[in-house]
């Protein structure tokens, strides 16, 4: 993202990807089956937050089984707010070139 975007990102120590060392833009779940193992990533570009903060805060969740990891809440900045001109395209070909060790 630092290439593509010229943004200060880095990775915290929850693995978190940060913009300035303290705000999040990527969350993250996975599971893992007997056979199987699924993953997936998200990126906030122009994200809601008033939206997010509800989805996130559902009243809900309390009465949810689950073994899922605990969330620990954190907070959240856009990639938009610090690029406007953010290039969704650019974003998806600079994190598949990264997987593919280019």
Known sequence: LLKVLDVDV????RDDIVIDGT?????T?????????Y???????NVDTSSLHKALNNPAS?????NATKSVRSPVENLVNK???VNIGEIEAAIANQFAGN
């Open 10 to 13: 880095s990775v915290n120590k």
């Open 23 to 27: 705000k999040k833009v990527s969350g």
């Open 29 to 37: 779940a996975a599971k893992i089956g007997r056979g199987s193992a």
């Open 39 to 45: 993953h997936h990533c998200t990126l906030l570009v």
């Open 62 to 66: 309390g009465i949810i089984e689950t």
């Open 83 to 85: 690029c406007e001109a």
